[in-house]
């Protein structure tokens, strides 16, 4: 029976690797054809599933080194300057009815846009939110197949006055 379990453990781990299309590692090779290997006793069987076990357990996934550092509060007053200025032009843009140059405007936000917003629902949630909620209107409009330029005028036009708000809050003069 003990014999039937590890053969049948084998063969799953076989058929798990040949499930999931293998791999061109050399790593994922070596655990796919240990688990493969036929077995000729239920050591040999063991060895085989302990290799692959192992093999799959040593075979994870790369964990990322990149830190995010935390904006400092001029990097801040910057990105609220730097959103001011492209409201302004993606007001420009709309009002003269240049639908591509408010999509491209639009696509230059969102790197200041995610600090502020990440930086403020630290502080005031609800802030943070009524910013974001704009921000994604305006992608959504700007990204339309018939953009809605009146749409986009209005919700531009109301980042100024939130970004204020973000000034206040994060206490960033």
Same mark, same amino acid.
């Given at each position: 029976m003990k014999k039937l379990?590890?053969? $049948?453990?084998?063969?799953?781990?076989?058929?798990?690797?040949?499930?999931? $299309?293998g791999s061109t590692s050399s790593t994922d090779k070596t655990a796919t054809a240990a688990a493969a290997a036929k077995p000729t006793s239920a050591a040999?069987?063991?060895?085989?599933?302990? /290799?692959?076990?192992?093999?799959?357990a040593s075979t994870a996934a790369p964990t990322s080194t990149t830190v995010t550092a935390t904006p400092t509060k001029a990097e801040l007053a910057q990105d609220v300057t730097t959103l001011k200025g492209i409201?302004?032009?993606i007001i420009a843009k709309a009002q003269? $009815?240049?639908?591509?140059? /408010?999509r491209t405007t639009e696509a230059t936000m969102d790197k200041a846009m995610e600090a502020?917003?990440?930086?403020?629902?630290?502080?005031?949630?609800?802030?943070?939110?009524? &910013?974001?909620?704009?921000?994604?209107? &305006?992608?959504?409009?700007?990204?339309?197949?018939? /953009?809605?330029?009146a749409v986009i005028i209005k919700d531009a036009q109301a980042v100024p006055a939130l970004l204020d708000q973000v000034v206040t809050t994060l206490k960033l003069q």
């Open positions: 379990f590890i053969l $049948g453990a084998a063969a799953g781990l076989a058929a798990f690797a040949v499930a999931c $299309g040999t069987v063991a060895a085989a599933a302990t /290799t692959a076990a192992t093999t799959a409201m302004l032009q003269a $009815g240049d639908v591509a140059g /408010t502020i917003v990440k930086a403020t629902r630290a502080v005031d949630p609800a802030l943070a939110d009524a &910013i974001e909620k704009l921000e994604l209107d &305006i992608e959504k409009q700007a990204d339309a197949s018939t /953009t809605d330029l």
